[in-house]
């Protein structure tokens, strides 16, 4: 697939989930990052805003295998990965697999679930598989976890681990509509839910192509040093208590390409990892308490670090 053709793909993707979900299309081209990376997305606002209503859109706008997993604090890793076993009638045991086993998975409310059910994830996200009593099984392609997380709302709820945090290839946030696209939510949704309308437009095959496509894009040996300049800045940054790991690097690097892409070009400029890092790295680092205190967040912390970093320029 050529990257004009990936580019018209993601075009036909956010025309259809913007039958959905008004406005926000800088927010629908960072879940198609994400996808276009095989990664994950962890959506994080405030109840009602329309997280699940994002997930469900991007889902259906592609004829891809999906499931929806409510985490509550009583869900189980087996509720999640499946179950082995023994049938009566066969004598042998027998896998049952779960939600998990999906193209497209969405993670409802994933902070509401125990520590353990959360981590019944980790395999899942970062190999594309689950081992379940010594087997292994293999998870369909494309796969990605759409996750979802009040952060205003403690009570009940299971803050997510580091290492889970940082599987997430990106966390982005949705943000309250103003006031023109307000009145367009009440217009569209005045006598149905367009949500139920809505068919697909790209197939499984086709994601796979543009996936492999994107990995094509070329990144410039200045514009790959910056890249890495950004991320070592975080680690020896004086109000960084924890600095990027470089599975962050990596993240960077491919979601860069995934943004040229989308973009029509076949080569990434510093400009992509200028927009791409508070999404990619904010979640990955942790301040030091002392800089918390005073009021800083890790998006000011990084948007400093970016500044100071020198941005390669044409030779």
Not at 56 to 69: E, G, H, N, T, V
Not at 102 to 124: M, Y
Not at 205 to 225: G, T
Not at 274 to 281: A, I, M, N, Q
């Amino acid at each position: 697939m050529e990257i004009k053709q990936v580019q018209a793909l993601a075009e036909q993707v956010k025309e259809n989930v913007g039958r959905v979900i008004v406005g926000k299309e800088e927010v629908v081209e960072l879940a198609l990052i994400a996808l276009l990376c095989e990664g994950h997305l962890l959506i994080e606002d405030v109840p009602g805003i329309g997280k699940t209503t994002l997930a469900k859109a991007l889902a259906r706008s592609l004829d891809c295998q999906f499931s929806r997993i409510q985490f509550t604090p009583d869900l189980l890793p087996s509720d999640v990965t499946g179950i082995s076993f023994f049938n009566q009638r066969t004598q042998s045991f027998e896998f049952r697999a779960g939600p998990v086993f999906a193209q497209i998975v969405l993670a409802d409310e994933i902070n509401r679930a125990t520590p353990r059910t959360q981590s019944a994830l980790l395999e899942a996200m970062q190999e594309r598989q689950v081992t379940i009593d010594g087997q292994t099984y293999a998870l369909p392609r494309p796969f990605m976890v759409l996750a979802t997380q009040n952060p205003i709302e403690l009570e009940g709820t299971f803050p997510l681990p580091e290492a889970q945090v940082d599987r997430f290839l990106m966390r982005i946030a949705l943000g309250y509509p103003d006031e023109q696209e307000e009145n367009a939510i009440l217009r569209r949704f005045e006598r149905d839910d367009p949500l139920e309308r809505l068919t697909p437009v790209a197939g499984a095959e086709q994601v796979l192509e543009a996936q492999a496509a994107v990995r094509q894009v070329h990144v410039e040996d200045s514009v790959r040093e910056y890249m890495v300049r950004v991320v070592r800045a975080t680690r020896e940054h004086e109000a960084v208590a924890l600095g990027v790991s470089p599975r962050g690097t990596l993240a960077l690097f491919h979601t860069a390409q995934a943004l040229a892409a989308l973009r029509g070009r076949h080569f990434v400029i510093p400009d992509d990892v200028k927009t791409l890092v508070p999404h990619v790295l904010t979640h990955r680092i942790i301040i030091s308490q002392r800089v918390r205190l005073r009021g800083r967040t890790p998006a000011e912390v990084l948007q400093e670090i970016v500044e100071a970093v020198p941005v390669p320029v044409e030779g």
